[in-house]
């Protein structure tokens, strides 16, 4: 069964950095685009940062190009999120989610896309100003 587990997240001062990682298992790690996401109460989950299967396609939402950094190690089973810069507005839970062999694009702009089919339980963000 494949599992998906979010880490790495906190309380922190605006303008500072984290990073998040998300270690899976369960699966082939490297057939699989994986997102990261993220939610506020009351909102739509958003899409902010996808990366194909094979690490070659990423994908930032306008919120937080620039500042946030999508890698993958398929070795370690395990994608990161290094988030600089963070505002306030980043405050969320931070969710990601695997999509087999999946459009980046898709995936991160249709968070409930059909085959965002496996999601981990969230790490919670917060920045404080």
């Known amino acids: 069964q494949l599992h998906l587990v979010e880490s790495g997240g906190g309380l922190v001062q605006s303008g500072r950095s984290l990073r998040l990682s998300c270690a899976t298992s369960g699966f082939t790690m490297d057939l699989y685009s994986i997102g990261w996401f993220r939610q506020v109460p009351g909102k739509e989950r958003e899409g902010i940062s996808c990366i194909s299967h094979d690490g070659r396609e990423t994908f930032y939402a306008e919120a937080v190009r620039g500042r946030f950094t999508i890698t993958r190690d398929d070795a370690k089973s395990t994608v990161y999120l290094q988030m600089n810069s963070l505002k306030p507005e980043d405050t969320a839970v931070y969710y990601c989610?695997?999509?087999?062999?999946?459009?980046?694009?898709?995936?991160?702009?249709?968070?409930?896309?059909?085959?965002?089919?496996?999601w981990g339980r969230g790490t919670q963000v917060t920045v404080s100003s």
């Open positions: 989610a695997a999509n087999l062999r999946g459009d980046v694009q898709d995936m991160c702009r249709i968070p409930n896309l059909r085959e965002n089919n496996h």
